[in-house]
């Protein structure tokens, strides 16, 4: 499975941004999916992730209420709708997906990642 990680760039913080990853090799409709990012000086850290079905969503604290992960299985493809980002928000965000439904680090698959860039 090879993921690709789209949809990055520069915005103003209260602005919106969506990311967008798709899958190829092969389907990903019975993969759990994720996004992770990692700011500079700082380690990888979880952001959203959800379940193969669509029916169950995780997000880490500080993006509850302003990220949303979906999936549409029929495009192999998983997005985040990023609103009201702040400058906390900048990274290089991550896409993962993993066949047994792990939700976290140990995922199987990641992609290479896309910049987000929120200024003040």
């Known amino acids: 499975v090879q993921l690709q990680a789209s949809g990055g760039g520069l915005v103003q913080a209260g602005e919106s941004l969506s990311l967008s990853c798709l899958a190829s090799?092969?389907?990903?409709?019975?993969?759990?999916m994720a996004w992770f990012r990692q700011a500079p000086g700082k380690e990888r850290e979880f952001v959203a992730g959800?379940?193969?079905?669509?029916?169950?969503?995780y997000y880490k604290n500080s993006v509850k209420g302003r990220f949303t992960i979906s999936r549409d299985n029929a495009k192999n493809t998983q997005y985040l709708q990023m609103t009201s980002l702040k400058t906390e928000d900048t990274a290089v965000y991550y896409c993962?997906?993993?066949?047994?439904?792990?939700?976290?680090?140990?995922?199987?698959?990641w992609g290479k990642g896309t910049q987000v860039t929120v200024s003040s």
């Open positions: 959800i379940s193969w079905s669509g029916n169950n969503t």
């Open positions: 090799g092969r389907t990903v409709e019975s993969y759990s």
């Open positions: 993962a997906a993993d066949p047994l439904g792990v939700i976290g680090p140990g995922m199987d698959y």
